[in-house]
C-alpha cells in the first residue's frame, strides 16, 4: 500500500528539499501552499514550479487571511524588510516573524491529511540559521505531535499522522548538498524575502545571505538570479 | 492594566455566552470569525451582531481556504447533513465534524492573540455535548496549550497566552442559565447546522435538537426562530 504525504511548499530552497526528501522515502506527495497576503507573491509561482517538476499528486493553495491579522514585515507594509550586508545576520527573533504562522500552517495541514487518509506531514523547518523563530525548534515540533495525535479522528483511532522534519538539525550547506544528490533545480526557488517583480531575488537580506553562504560551504554553484546580476 | 482576550465568536450559543463570561472576567473582547466555506453562511451575520451588541473592541472575520479541503457535511455540498428527528442524537464523530477545525481557528486566534499581545484566548468548546469531537476534550485543549506556550514569542519571554474554554464542563442548560444571567440575547445566536436563507433554524438537525433540549432543561423560553415555525 502507498504512504500519503503532505508537504508544506513554500516556494523556497528548504521546502523544495523537503518535498525532495519525501519523495525519495516512496510517499505519495500532496503539497500544500498558503496564499497569505505575503508581500512576495512570486513565492506561489516559484512553489507551483516545484510541485509540478517534482510529479505532486496535487497541488493546493489555500486562500488565507493572515495578512489582515499583520505584526510582521513579510505580511505588513507599513514594516520595512531589514537589508542589512554589513551586519551579523541576527539570531534574536526577526522582524520577519509571522505570528504563529508554522502553528497555523501545520493545522491546515493537519486538516487535509486526515481528509487523505495521510501517514505523514512534512515541513522543512530549520533550527539552526532560525533559531531565533520558537516554531522551528524541536520541541515545539515534538508539543504540536502531543496535541496533532490528540486532535483528530485518525489520531483517537490510533492512527497517527507524523510531522517530518528532515531538514531541523542541518546546515544550509547540507540541506543544498542533500537536494542536489536528490536532482532538486534550485533556479526554481526563491529564498528572497524582497523579490522584484521578475522574481529575482535581492541578494541583500538575511535569507539571500544564507543562501549564497550556504551555495559557497557546499562548494556548489548558486543558480540563485539575482536582480543586481 | 487592561487584560485582552481573543473570543472565538460563531454566531452560535455556545460562543455568545462564552464572550459574555470573557466581557464579566474584564477583559477587554477582540472577537474572531472564520469565513471558511461554510454553506450557513447566515452564522456570520448572527456573529457580527453578536459581537456589535456586546460591545467588542474588534471583530475581525478571517477568510480561510478550507471548504478546498472538504472531507466535512459543514462545508462539503456533497454530504448531507443529517435531520433525524426520531434517532438518538450520535456520539460518534459525526459526519459534520471539519478536520481540524478548532486546531485551525485556536492557531489563528493565537497569531492574533500575540500582535495584540493578548493574556488570553476564549473557545467555547464543550466535552458534554460534543463527544464525539477529538478536539472538544479537556486533554486536547491542555496540548494545544503546552505547544503555544513553545510556539510563540510571547511564550518564549515566559508570558504565556491562556487558553480558556469556560463551557468545557457545562450542560447545555447551564450554558443557557449562565448566558441568561450574563443577559445574552439567544435570538441573536444561530445553531443550526442547516438554516434557511432568512437565517431560521431547521428544529430537526442535532445541533437544534441538543439546543431545544437545553432550553427545556433550563426551564427557560426558547427564543429561536424556526422555519416552520
Redesign the interface.
Known amino acids: 500500500m502507498t504512504k500519503k504525504a503532505v508537504i508544506l511548499v513554500s516556494g523556497g530552497l528548504d521546502s523544495a528539499t523537503t518535498l525532495a526528501i519525501a519523495k525519495e522515502q516512496g510517499y505519495d506527495c500532496y503539497a500544500m501552499s498558503f496564499n497569505y497576503g505575503q508581500r512576495h507573491m512570486v513565492e506561489l509561482q516559484s512553489a507551483h514550479m516545484i510541485a509540478e517538476s517534482m510529479g505532486v499528486l496535487s497541488h ?7 495578512g ?4 510582521s514585515a513579510l505580511t505588513d507594509n507599513n514594516i520595512a524588510v531589514p537589508q542589512n550586508p554589513e551586519q551579523e545576520i541576527s539570531t534574536d ?1 526577526p522582524v520577519t ?8 500552517f ?3 495541514a ?3 491529511a ?2 487523505l487518509d495521510a501517514d505523514a506531514i512534512f515541513i522543512g523547518v530549520n533550527a539552526v540559521d532560525y533559531s531565533g523563530y ?2 522551528c ?1 524541536p ?2 515540533i515534538e ?2 505531535q ?8 485518525k ?2 483511532e490510533g492512527q497517527l499522522i507524523k510531522i517530518e522534519t528532515p531538514l531541523i538539525n542541518l546546515t544550509k550547506a547540507e540541506i543544498i548538498q542533500n537536494g542536489t544528490r536528490l536532482g532538486v533545480d534550485y533556479s526554481k526557488t526563491l529564498s528572497c524575502y524582497s523579490p522584484d517583480e521578475k522574481g529575482r531575488a535581492c541578494g541583500l537580506c538575511d535569507s539571500c545571505r544564507l543562501r549564497q553562504q550556504g551555495f559557497a560551504e557546499a562548494n556548489l554553484p548558486d543558480p540563485t538570479l539575482y536582480s543586481e546580476g
Open positions: 493546493k493553495v489555500v486562500k488565507l487571511g493572515l489582515d491579522i499583520g505584526g527573533i516573524y509571522v505570528p504563529a504562522r508554522n502553528t497555523v501545520l493545522s491546515l493537519l486538516g487535509w486526515e481528509v520558537p516554531d525548534r520541541e515545539y508539543a504540536f502531543t496535541m496533532a495525535n490528540l486532535a483528530t479522528k489520531g483517537v
